[in-house]
């Protein structure tokens, strides 16, 4: 077969590219800070602040401001040293410009200036710059106001439009007696699908902070608004202070938090951990943990250290004090740690995460220290604290009869399935394509709603579940309660991918999962107990993206003149006004009290058409905030919750 002349086959240097400085940043920003979208926005906002709070963690300065500017822009201020400003020998650069154009670059790598850091890679700064419009950079430092600014634009040395390029040099414009630095940045809506940074996130970040670095000050202030907001964050007594935060709407087991810390040297590496943790009468643990001040979602090799001896000091003490015999079946660590809130942070001079994006460590040495602190001091906790202990195992023991329970439970469900019966018949219109990332699993409120759906759905990629009122509240519920219910149960089998641990994503049958419910407080309440279900149940739904909200409008708006009917829908009151403008003079309105109203035309092109319906994707953007929403909502503490509901009663 003769070869086709005009074809290139060979593969040599002329098929190289090579991209120059940040140029590798703005062509896969992705690798860099996750995504492009919300969470990506708000990483670069973490970049800047983790250098400040690196600063003040490090005993450098006590005060860190955020500014939400009126152009979508941002600024960081902190009190520490500053950046330094003088010129480096080789690169014949000043320190400022170095840290925000080069990748790699910063004073975290010899552990000489930072004892521990956030930012770890020395790519935060650089990162933030190349995705930005602009950054303007003031340093106050030895008696002078430093400033630069960067800006995506053209480059005259490399002769095209490059990201973070110098556009002044680095200056002097004025005198301070002050230290510290202020970075403000830009983000670039060529790169982000949304530049809004929103006030909720920062404010659950801020609020975490404080409390992991007690007697520091740190401010929120929006101006995005007429009206100028002002927040500030304190702690005086840290972790407790966060514990009794997370619990604030759970019913405790012991008043007093076990708070402990420790400090070990394990490989060349110094490690600090402290722990804070509390057993609350809830179904499900819960655990945050940190590094050098950094959420890791993903937890790390410092979680499962604290897991590991934990579980060790419980089981040693059981015996001893004869609460399990040699012969019974032990129970496991996910038993013991029901209902547990625990708090893990470590400080470590030179961590090592999975990804940029630091939501998961990898030390060994982690691994080592959190056991045996955890042990260790566990033990001599449980010595001092026996009575309360004893209720913890005998707790963990009930557990484990319970796991048992439901093991056979799932065993015998999988028989019957095997035996040919059908959970989904009848209860569910499947869709006739098999590709998940193409298939949409949707629960719609109420049999009439749900009949409209099927009727209005693309049968095609679109499985509608009716769902009938409101599902149990499974904050309150023991598992085996929560397994047998039926209309979870048909919930699960379609969904496929099982529950806490015999969850598996690559059994997910849908890509999007979307609950639609009426734009009222009972469809507020179902909304939230379908997402405390998922969220306790099936969490890496949420956390890999698949959990939709679907908004359906509240108002048509219409007129019928001599060139048709005009037929517009406004989703929230705010809307309505505008919407009126565009369908014009003699505009007609109608409200809607709920899905069960519209028609199946209607519905289609309102909240289920991808073309024109609006979704709500559910993140868990800050896992604390979720937990701690989840119990104020569905928990048995009243008292948050009306504070909340008389604070927020707008649906």
């Known amino acids: 077969m003769e070869k086709d002349k005009n074809r290139k086959n060979s593969y040599d240097v002329t098929d190289l590219t090579s991209l120059e400085k940040l140029e590798p940043v703005r062509v896969r920003p992705g690798m860099y800070i996750g995504s492009t979208g919300s969470r990506g926005l708000h990483h670069c906002l973490w970049e800047i602040l983790d250098n400040s709070i690196d600063e003040i963690s490090n005993g450098y300065g006590n005060k860190v401001t ?24 080789i690169k014949k650069k000043s320190g400022v410009e170095m840290v925000f154009t080069e990748l790699h670059t910063g004073g975290k790598f010899d552990n000489k200036n930072y004892k521990t850091s956030g930012g ?57 007696k002050e230290n510290g630095t202020r970075v403000t940045f830009k983000p670039d809506k060529e790169v982000f699908s949304t530049t809004d940074f929103k006030f909720e996130i920062i404010d659950e970040r801020l609020q ?40 604030e709407s759970k019913s405790v087991l012991h008043q007093e938090p076990i708070l402990f810390e420790g400090e070990r040297f394990i490989n060349g590496l110094n490690i600090y951990g402290e722990v804070c943790m509390q057993f609350t009468d809830s179904t499900t643990e819960y655990i945050a943990s940190y590094v050098n001040n950094i959420p890791t979602r993903d937890a790390g090799t410092h979680e499962s250290g604290f897991k590991t001896g934990m579980t060790r000091a419980f089981k ?110 009848g209860k569910i219109a499947v869709c006739t394509l098999k590709d998940p990332s193409l298939c949409e699993f949707i629960v719609v409120e109420g049999d009439s709603a749900g009949g409209s759906a099927k009727q209005a759905r693309d049968r095609r990629f679109q499985t509608i579940m009716p769902s009938k009122g409101k599902i149990m509240n499974t904050e309150k519920q023991k598992l085996e309660n929560v397994l047998s219910s039926e209309e979870l149960k048909i919930f699960n089998a379609a969904v496929g991918t099982g529950v806490l641990d015999n ?3 690559e059994d997910l ?65 705010e809307e309505l006004e505008t919407v009126k403008k565009q369908v014009g003079k003699g505009a007609m309105l109608q409200r809607y009290k709920g899905l069960g109203e519209m028609n199946a035309d209607q519905l289609w092109e309102t909240t289920l058409n991808p073309e024109t319906r609006t979704l709500q994707q559910v993140t868990i953007e800050d896992a604390a905030k979720a937990e701690k929403m989840i119990s104020l909502l569905m928990g048995d503490v009243v008292e948050p919750r009306k504070n909340y509901m008389y604070k927020y009663a707008e649906f």
């Open 509 to 573: 049958r849908y890509g999007k999962i979307i609950i639609m419910a009426d734009a009222d407080v009972d469809g507020y309440h179902i909304r939230t107990l379908w997402m405390t279900y998922i969220y306790r149940y099936m969490r890496p739904l949420i956390a890999n993206g698949h959990l939709y909200i679907a908004l359906p409008p509240l108002y048509k708006v219409y007129k019928s003149d001599k060139k048709g009917e005009i037929v517009k829908y406004a989703y929230s009151d």
């Open 503 to 505: 969850y598996k994503e």
């Open 316 to 425: 040693e003490w059981a015996k001893k004090l004869n609460l399990i015999k040699e012969k019974d079946k032990e129970f496991e660590g996910d038993d013991l740690r029901e209902g547990l809130t625990a708090i893990v942070r470590i400080k470590i001079s030179n961590p090592v995460f999975e990804g940029q994006t630091k939501n998961k460590l990898g030390n060994n040495e982690a691994y080592t220290m959190m056991n045996d602190l955890a042990y260790t001091k566990l033990s001599e906790w449980i010595e001092d604290n026996k009575d309360i202990a004893a209720i913890m195992i005998n707790n963990a023991i009930e557990a484990a009869a319970r796991r048992e329970k439901i093991k056979k439970i799932n065993e015998a469900e999988k028989k019957k399935v095997g035996k040919g019966t059908a959970p989904l018949a």
């Open 208 to 247: 975490e902070l404080s409390f992991q670095n007690k007697g520091i000050t740190l401010v929120l202030i929006d101006e995005r608004e007429a009206e100028l907001v002002k927040k500030e964050y304190y702690s005086e007594r840290g972790l407790l202070d966060f514990i009794h935060y997370l619990n």
């Open 120 to 176: 770890l890679h020395g790519v935060g700064a650089a990162v933030v710059n190349a995705l930005s419009e602009w950054v303007e950079v003031e340093v106050h430092q030895n008696g002078q106001i430093f400033r630069q600014r960067f800006e995506y634009t053209f480059d005259s040395e490399l002769k095209k439009k490059m990201p973070g390029t110098p556009v002044s040099p680095l200056e002097v414009i004025g005198k301070t």
């Open 66 to 89: 955020i500014i939400l500017n009126k152009d979508k822009s941002a600024t960081v201020i902190d009190n520490g040293r500053g950046i330094p400003t003088g010129i480096h020998p």
